[in-house]
């Protein structure tokens, strides 16, 4: 096969949504008709249950889950599809950001007794950034919801985009028959008793004001027909541009736990969802097209097996096509870099890989000198972009706890950090350095962590900060001015960056009302 055929027939693409919506679900039944698992219950949630903050057996659990289905392919009438998982804990949700640097559409999860929920509106304003396409799969259509008029009403005004049903549900709740197909016009109707498994015994009606329906759905067949009529009148036809602009979204209903409506989803999902798209970097678009390969890092995975210390990096194939053994270009470091065992995802196995293409994820061994956002080319200096840091809201100090590990302390913060568990500043006063972070868990991580990887102890002391926010300017005078009014609450990110560390509301706004030459910065990336 071609480049190009391959590149085409990919679909690399991310299940989100509010946790409890039926994202585990949802991925385990498009695993069970891709033929990558045979029985459901394989796809374990990544979930932390509530409550369980500070149970850390529970955080390595997930985290080993979390490696095992971090990426699911599986192919499907000659398409290739890739899921990649995000973690379902709202204090993860970097790291689910970052996920969504890596795709080229995504699938939101939506209640339909609860409809839209907070985490739903916040990961559809990430997507909404990057103008990500997005289908939306309500679920849980044999319990009883809000009206499916309503929802879409409420989707179109909350998550500001304009929808399209494809697939219209056949009642609700206890007397849920299924849906019918929109995109392809016909109906099919599932009896098996058996949920876990994907069967054939199916009624297919291609035409819905035949007969036929009333004898399988009786009274429920005209209130199908009066919905699917005014459906068509109201919105406008499907238009896939519209879509793959990320300003439409087309709607399926279903229930996945019960199997309805997932095939449908699966089908039109594989026939309009894009194929990897062009990506930006610092010096000039990638194109999936080009020869040459490109690719960057968009998660590192450390400690897979408790024996092994090592890390797995996830490189994001952007062009080209990945060889086993061949010498890489790491911009980072200016090394050259070959690979004798890279990883690719299939189900939730992961194997030895020859070959990938664009849009495919591939597993790479690492001794801890890759960060988030590295890029491999054949040797061009290019640095991929829109993987960003976001302002953090929690801090608190990080100290040693045993001064004779001062050493594997630094170590690992340094590793830690540029796996992005969390983000690193240094104050410019004192040197001392504090921790920020997005999601309390993510401390309890480090430390953790620091000791069982690293046999490294630490200690937070509270700190009381509202946000950080990168600055920068052109004037240098006031910037000058700036650093010394505001000397104690200077600090240097990572990448020796200013941050600015305001205290309260006021003080940023107050900052910001003064400096007016100078750019508060709330994401890394400006
Ligand atoms: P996630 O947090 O989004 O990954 O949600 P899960 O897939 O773990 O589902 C949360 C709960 O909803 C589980 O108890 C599922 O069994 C249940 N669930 C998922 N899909 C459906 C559905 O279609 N109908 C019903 N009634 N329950 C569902």
């Known amino acids: ?52 903050t500070s149970d850390f057996m529970e955080i390595e659990r997930q985290r080993g889950i979390s490696v095992a289905t971090s990426v699911m392919g599986f192919e499907y009438n000659d398409i290739k599809v890739n899921i990649l998982d995000t973690p379902g804990h709202e204090d993860f949700q970097e790291d689910t950001f970052r996920t969504l ?10 209640d339909c007794a609860k409809g839209v929920e907070a985490q739903t509106r916040k990961l559809m304003n990430v997507c909404r950034m990057r103008n990500t396409p997005v289908i939306v799969f309500i679920n849980k259509l044999d319990r009883i919801g809000k009206d499916p ?18 697939s219209w549900p056949i009642s609700m709740g206890p007397s849920f028959k299924g849906v019918y197909n929109m995109y392809e016009r016909n109906l099919n109707l599932f009896f098996s008793e058996d949920k876990t498994v994907v069967t054939d015994d199916v009624v297919k009606i291609d035409d819905i004001s035949s007969p036929e329906l009333d004898t399988y759905v009786g009274d429920y067949a005209e209130k199908l027909r009066e919905d699917v009529e005014l459906v068509e009148g109201i919105y406008p036809e499907f238009d896939i541009d519209t ?39 610092d010096a000039r678009e990638i194109d999936p097209f080009e020869e040459k390969l490109t690719g ?18 996830f490189l994001k194939i952007c062009s080209g096509t990945f060889e086993r053994n061949k010498p890489y270009f790491h911009v980072g470091s200016g090394k050259s870099l070959r690979f004798s065992s ?15 293409y664009p849009g495919d994820i591939v597993g790479l061994h690492d001794t801890g000198n890759f960060k988030i956002g590295d890029t491999f080319t054949e040797g061009e200096k290019i640095n991929f972009k829109g993987i960003p840091s976001f302002s953090p809201e929690l801090f608190q100090y990080i100290e040693n706890a045993d001064p004779l590990k001062f050493k594997q302390l630094a170590k690992g913060v340094d590793q830690l950090m540029d796996e992005g568990v969390a983000q690193l500043f240094t104050l410019k006063m004192n040197g001392r350095k504090i921790i920020g972070c997005v999601g309390a868990l993510q401390f309890d991580v480090i430390q953790y962590r620091l000791e069982h990887e690293y046999t490294a102890k630490c200690r937070y002391e509270p700190i009381s900060l509202y946000k950080a926010c990168w600055i920068e300017s052109d004037n240098k005078e006031q910037l000058d001015d700036f650093m010394r009014r505001k000397y104690t609450h200077v600090a240097l990110d990572k990448h020796g960056r200013n941050v600015f560390l305001a205290d309260s509301p006021y003080s940023l706004q107050l900052a910001q009302e003064k400096f007016t030459d100078i750019k508060f910065h709330f994401t890394s990336e400006f």
């Open 1 to 52: 096969m071609s480049l190009e055929q391959e590149i085409k027939r990919r679909r690399t693409f991310a299940i989100i949504s509010h946790p409890d919506a039926g994202k585990t679900t949802l991925t385990e039944k498009l695993l069970l008709f891709g033929g990558a698992i045979h029985v459901a219950g394989a796809v374990k949630s990544n979930k932390i249950k509530k409550g369980a």
């Open 101 to 110: 640097t890596a795709v080229d559409s995504v699938i939101i999860v939506i």
């Open 149 to 166: 008029f309503e929802l879409l009403d409420e989707i179109e005004e909350e998550l500001k985009i304009k929808t399209r049903p494809l």
């Open 243 to 281: 879509y793959r602009r990320g300003e439409l979204a087309p709607v399926f209903f279903g229930s996945a736990l019960n199997n309805f409506g997932v095939k449908e989803l699966l089908n039109c999902f594989c026939d309009i969802a894009p194929y990897p798209q062009k990506t930006v970097t």
């Open 296 to 313: 960057f890092i968009f998660k590192i995975h450390a400690n897979m097996d408790p024996n092994h210390r090592n890390r797995i990096a």
């Open 342 to 356: 890279p990883n690719a995802f299939m189900a939730s196995k992961k194997e030895v890989v020859d070959f990938a």
